[in-house]
């Protein structure tokens, strides 16, 4: 209610009720759909050292200065955010896989419930 009142000014009860939950729900689908901030990051920055791998090559062959030095830097740092990227990937995965298995759950439950509510129904006919 806290939250409501400070982020949704100028709505009462209920519509602000229904924003709130309408809030929480596309975060929580948009959560499910899109890497998180670390997994975007890392590859952007790959991305970039990449780039920047590729023009001290070239500027290298063509003999514009001597970049071997930065070269192995950028190869060094590309190779650790390498295996971070693999590992932010791996535990997004990993937590992707529990969240499914928790909305299987779930949805079994719901399925069940309404097994379980339509038994005392036909035992009446």
Same mark, same amino acid.
């Given at each position: 209610? /806290?939250?409501?009142?400070?982020?949704?000014?100028?709505?009462?009860? #209920?519509?602000?009720?229904?924003?709130?939950?309408?809030?929480?729900?596309?975060?929580?689908?948009?959560?499910?759909?899109? #890497? #998180?901030?670390?997994?975007?990051?890392?590859?952007?920055?790959?991305?970039?050292?990449?780039?920047?791998?590729? *023009?001290?090559?070239?500027? /290298?062959?063509?003999?514009?200065?001597?970049?071997?030095?930065?070269?192995?830097?950028?190869?060094?740092?590309?190779?650790?955010?390498?295996? *971070?990227?693999?590992?932010?990937?791996?535990?997004?995965?990993?937590?992707?896989?529990?969240? *499914?298995?928790?909305?299987?759950?779930?949805? *079994?439950?719901?399925?069940?419930?309404?097994?379980?509510?339509?038994? #005392?129904?036909?035992?009446?006919?």
């Amino acid at each position: 209610a /806290s939250l409501s009142a400070r982020y949704i000014s100028g709505r009462q009860l #209920p519509d602000k009720a229904i924003d709130v939950l309408d809030t929480a729900c596309a975060r929580v689908a948009i959560n499910l759909t899109t #890497p #998180p901030r670390e997994v975007s990051h890392l590859q952007t920055r790959l991305e970039q050292r990449g780039l920047e791998i590729v *023009q001290l090559e070239r500027q /290298s062959r063509i003999g514009i200065g001597d970049h071997q030095a930065r070269l192995s830097e950028l190869c060094a740092e590309e190779q650790t955010e390498r295996a *971070q990227l693999i590992t932010e990937e791996e535990n997004w995965q990993a937590q992707l896989r529990l969240v *499914q298995a928790i909305v299987a759950l779930r949805e *079994q439950l719901l399925t069940k419930d309404s097994e379980d509510d339509d038994e #005392p129904v036909a035992a009446l006919r």
